[in-house]
């Protein structure tokens, strides 16, 4: 990539993103139900993505690996479920679970029964592309759940910050070729000891939260935050596609936004209900 065009989409990015985060941390400040519906939004959208970008992973005598409705049925059926609640949200993805299983042993011929394949994408984009994206809005319901869930976003946002910068000033050594050719090792570590200064900090100053123990928590999460990037770089690059959609300029699609949340939103819950 050329300077200028490197330059091109760092512009296209920061157009996009500055409204984009003031945008969000706006609407942080609302009820948990604005919220909730937000995230289902959300999490409908990326569904579509993950079915289209299945689609264009497969060949063309098999044009689509999983039915257009299913992966956004569930999105929504979990977004309500959500809305009631953790218990709520794991009913509704067990619902979606069996029903799927139960719909692919029945409908799918037995000379297709060896491959099963939709069977395991599906049960994969329910937990992946909806599930996890829905605890956003069990944070947010959560006692202190908006100052929780800027600590969230701020960690995760702050360490991709980082590790763009410090891999384009330090990186050598590649993190992972074969998944993602432009990630280093140098660029991850700045990002997961950026998010983890920037926890530490909004935790001691805005939380009450001991310096440490939001170092720690941060540190922990930018690193699960890498990985859910990691994850979707390969899902790409399975399906041989560039960005997850064309939603927002410069930054591709809905999951590509948001792919480091995904896994941290969960990771971060469940860390707190043990705290």
């Known amino acids: 990539m050329s300077d200028a065009s490197s330059t091109s989409d760092l512009s296209a990015r920061v157009k996009t993103g500055f409204p984009l985060a003031a945008g969000i941390a706006i609407l942080l400040f609302t009820p948990t139900f604005v919220i909730g519906l937000l995230v289902l939004a959300i999490a409908f959208i990326g569904a579509q993505e993950l079915t289209g970008m299945l689609a264009k992973g497969n060949d063309d005598e098999n044009p689509g690996i999983l039915p257009e409705w299913l992966l956004p049925g569930t999105a929504v059926l979990m977004g309500l479920g959500a809305l009631a609640g953790e218990s709520g949200l794991h009913g509704a993805l067990l619902i979606s679970a069996v029903g799927w299983i139960f719909y692919e042993l029945v409908f799918t011929p037995k000379s297709e029964l060896a491959k099963l394949s939709a069977?395991?994408?599906?049960?994969?984009?329910?937990?992946?592309?909806?599930?996890?994206?829905?605890?956003?809005?069990?944070?947010?319901?959560?006692?202190?759940?908006?100052?929780l869930l800027f600590y969230l976003l701020l960690v995760i946002s702050f360490s991709d910050i980082f590790a763009y910068f410090g891999?384009?000033?330090?990186?050598?050594?590649?993190?992972?070729?074969?998944?993602?050719p432009k990630k280093t090792w140098e660029g991850s570590f700045s990002g997961v000891v950026g998010g983890g200064l920037v926890g530490a900090v909004f935790?001691?100053?805005?939380?009450?939260?001991?310096?440490?123990?939001?170092?720690?928590?941060?540190?922990?999460?930018?690193?699960?935050?890498?990985?859910?990037?990691?994850?979707?770089?390969?899902?790409?690059?399975?399906?041989?596609?560039?960005?997850?959609?064309?939603?927002?300029?410069?930054?591709?699609?809905?999951?590509?936004?948001?792919?480091?949340?995904?896994?941290?939103?969960?990771?971060?819950?469940?860390?707190?209900?043990?705290?």
């Not at 399906?239 to 590509?256: Q, R």
């Open 119 to 147: 069977l395991g994408f599906g049960l994969f984009g329910m937990v992946w592309a909806v599930w996890s994206v829905l605890h956003i809005t069990l944070i947010k319901a959560l006692p202190e759940g908006t100052a």
């Open 167 to 180: 891999g384009k000033r330090f990186g050598k050594s590649l993190l992972a070729p074969n998944i993602s």
């Open 203 to 275: 935790g001691e100053l805005t939380m009450s939260m001991f310096w440490l123990y939001g170092l720690i928590l941060a540190l922990l999460l930018a690193v699960v935050g890498q990985l859910g990037d990691l994850v979707e770089s390969k899902i790409k690059r399975l399906c041989n596609v560039k960005d997850s959609g064309t939603l927002l300029p410069g930054h591709g699609g809905i999951l590509d936004r948001i792919d480091g949340h995904m896994l941290a939103a969960p990771v971060f819950y469940y860390l707190l209900q043990l705290g």
